[in-house]
C-alpha cells in the first residue's frame, strides 16, 4: 500500500481502529484537531465494550488506572423512592470474564486510548486539523490538514472519518440527517458530595416529571459523580442561557434526584450538549467510511456512544482487511460494513423508541421474568449480528395494547406525543 489510511479523530472510535489496523500491520495516520487530554461527554460504558478492551490489549490498562467499575444499572421514578435495579451478573456475556464495564473520565480514557493506539503503530498527529476531504470526481483521494497553521495535502487510498459529531465528512457532503423523533439537549456539570445511595457504581437515571426528562448520575471517582439533565428542545430552550438556575429547577424535580443532590458541590462548569440525534444518508462511498458518532448517533440513555464507536471500529477495520486484499475501496465493497453497523445501531434504535414511549413504566420490563434478561442484552450492547429481538416487539405489544384498551390505568403514563416508527427496519431486513 503506497500511502496509509487516514482516519480522521482520535476519539475511541478512531483510536480503536487504529489498534485494529495497527494490530493487522496495516500502516494508519490518526489526524486529531484537539489537543489531549480534552474534556469530554459520555462517562458511562456498556459490557459489551470490554470484549473490544480485550482484543485490543488494552483491558490491563483499563484496570490499573482504577476507572469505577459499573455492576449494574438503576432507574429512579418521578414520585416516589421505589427505584428498580440490574446487575450485569445475571446475564454473563460470551467472551467476556468479568461482571462489570467502566465509568470513566473520558479525558484520561480517551488520552490512554490514542497512546495505545500510538505505541502499536498508529501515526498520531495531535493538533491536526482535517479543513476538508478532497475528491477526485465522487473518489475520496486525500486531506486537506492544518497543522499548527500549515496546511499540507496527504494522500489516501481510503478516508475514515471518526472525527464524531463534528462530522467532518458528512457536512462536507450534506449528507447528515437530523432524526425525526427525538431533538433532546442536556446541562451536565462534575459534583462532589453527591449522595449515590446503597448501589453507589451503578449508573443512576432518575426521571423527571417532564417531557422525555431524565437525569444521569455517573460516578467518575470515589468523589466526583457527573450529573446531566436531558430534556427535549422546547424544554431545554426555557433555561435562555441559565445552566445554573435550570439544572437547579430540574435536579429537585424528582425525590430521589433530589435527595442526592441536597449536600452537593460543583467543581467545573455546566456545559450544553445539543444536536444527540442524527445520521449520515450513507457511512460509506468510493474511498471513504464513516465510524462511531461520525455516522450515526442515536441518545445518550443507554450510553451506547462509545461501544457504538468501537464497534464501529472493529467491524470497519475487518472490512477495510477484505478491501485491501481485493484491492477495491468502492463504496460496493465497503457496503457489507454500512450493513452491519447499521443491523446493530437500529436495535438501540428501536429500544430507544420504545423506552421513551414508556419511560416512567420501563421497568415493567424490567421486573418481568420472561423479559428482565433480554432487556439486559440490551442494556449490555448485545446488538450486533442479531436476527431477532423479541422483547422489543413485546414491549411495541404492550404499548399497543395499553393505547387501545378504553380507560387502561397505564395510559397516562405513556407519552402520547411519541409516535413510534413504524418504518424502523428490524435487524434481518438489514442484513
Not at 476519539?11 to 474534556?39: Q, T, V
Request: aromatic share 10%; net charge negative; hydrophobic share 40%.
Amino acid at each position: 500500500m503506497e500511502n496509509p489510511i487516514i482516519i480522521i479523530g482520535g476519539g475511541p472510535g478512531g483510536a480503536a481502529l487504529g489498534c485494529y489496523l495497527s494490530k493487522a500491520g496495516i500502516p494508519n495516520i490518526i489526524l486529531e484537531a484537539a489537543i489531549f487530554p480534552r474534556a469530554h461527554v459520555g462517562e458511562s460504558m456498556v459490557t459489551a465494550t470490554t470484549r473490544i478492551f480485550s482484543e485490543l490489549d488494552f483491558l490491563d490498562t483499563m484496570e490499573q488506572t482504577g476507572f469505577v467499575h459499573k455492576y449494574g444499572a438503576s432507574w429512579h421514578p418521578t414520585a416516589s423512592k421505589a427505584a428498580v435495579h440490574v446487575a450485569f451478573a445475571e446475564c454473563p456475556q460470551e467472551g467476556i470474564h468479568q461482571d462489570y464495564t467502566y465509568q470513566v473520565d473520558r479525558a484520561r480514557f480517551d488520552e490512554l486510548l490514542l497512546k495505545h493506539a500510538e505505541n502499536l503503530g498508529s501515526v498520531v498527529h495531535q493538533g491536526a486539523r482535517v479543513k476538508k476531504v478532497l475528491f477526485d470526481g465522487d473518489r475520496a483521494t486525500g486531506v486537506e490538514v492544518d497543522f499548527s497553521g500549515q496546511t499540507k495535502v496527504l494522500s489516501a487510498p481510503l478516508i475514515v472519518d471518526a472525527s464524531g459529531r463534528n462530522t467532518v465528512l458528512g457536512s462536507q457532503l450534506k449528507i447528515k440527517q437530523k432524526d425525526p423523533l427525538f431533538n433532546q439537549f442536556a446541562v451536565h456539570a462534575w459534583f462532589e458530595n453527591v449522595d449515590r445511595g446503597p448501589r453507589p457504581d451503578d449508573i443512576h437515571i432518575h426521571f423527571l416529571p417532564i417531557k422525555r426528562g431524565w437525569v444521569w448520575q455517573i460516578p467518575i471517582t470515589d468523589t466526583i459523580t457527573s450529573m446531566g439533565v436531558v430534556t427535549e428542545k422546547e424544554v431545554f430552550q426555557k433555561a435562555k442561557g441559565e445552566y445554573a438556575a435550570w439544572f437547579q429547577q430540574h435536579s429537585q424535580s424528582a425525590p430521589d434526584i433530589a435527595n442526592a443532590m441536597r449536600d452537593a458541590r460543583q467543581v467545573n462548569e455546566f456545559k450544553a450538549e445539543a444536536d444527540y440525534s442524527y445520521q449520515m444518508d450513507s457511512f460509506v462511498g468510493d474511498g471513504w467510511m464513516l465510524v462511531g458518532d461520525s455516522a450515526r448517533f442515536v441518545d445518550p440513555i443507554f450510553s451506547s456512544g462509545v461501544s457504538v464507536a468501537m464497534h464501529s471500529a472493529k467491524f470497519a477495520a475487518e472490512q477495510i482487511q477484505q478491501a485491501l486484499a481485493a484491492q477495491d475501496f468502492s463504496q460496493a465493497a465497503l457496503m457489507p460494513y454500512q450493513n452491519r453497523l447499521k443491523q446493530g445501531v437500529s436495535v438501540w434504535y428501536e429500544f430507544i423508541q420504545v423506552y421513551y414511549k414508556l419511560m416512567p413504566i420501563f421497568s415493567v420490563f424490567i421486573a418481568k421474568p420472561e423479559y428482565r434478561l433480554q432487556v439486559l442484552q440490551l442494556l449490555q450492547g448485545d446488538v450486533y449480528d442479531r436476527n431477532d429481538v423479541p422483547v422489543l416487539q413485546a414491549m411495541r405489544d404492550f404499548i399497543e395494547t395499553v393505547e387501545t384498551t378504553e380507560g387502561h390505568l397505564l395510559r397516562p403514563y405513556l407519552d402520547g406525543s411519541l409516535k413510534l416508527d413504524e418504518n424502523t427496519p428490524a435487524p434481518h431486513e438489514l442484513v
